[in-house]
């Protein structure tokens, strides 16, 4: 692995190339760890288990993610399959969140 992470532009072997990719995608997991604690909070907060699944915001955040990726230069189509993927395993990961939230079962008991 190279002493330093070198920006794309400048790497001139796949070893350089390679530590940018994993780096990034240690990067990509702390965010999504970020992520994954808004479903935890957002499962906290919804009243029902119905509210888990907002078509309309899935959407939303899809196009919102596609628009930037197209502003950034990247492939539209591409980036906005990624972010249906994300969105839905969120929304399954909020499900199991709003299943086991513990205050939630006590209150409902």
Known sequence: MPDRILPGPDCTTMIEVRAGVDQVDRELVAL?????????????????????????????????????????????????????????????YEFDAFDTDTDRSVTAS
């Open 32 to 92: 999504l760890v970020r992520r994954f604690a808004y479903m935890d909070a957002a499962a906290r907060i919804k009243p029902t288990r119905g509210a888990v699944r907002d078509e309309a915001r899935k959407a939303q955040v899809i196009a919102n993610a596609r628009a930037a990726a197209e502003a950034a230069g990247l492939p539209g189509d591409a980036i906005a399959a990624l972010w249906d993927q994300l969105v839905e395993a969120s929304i399954a």
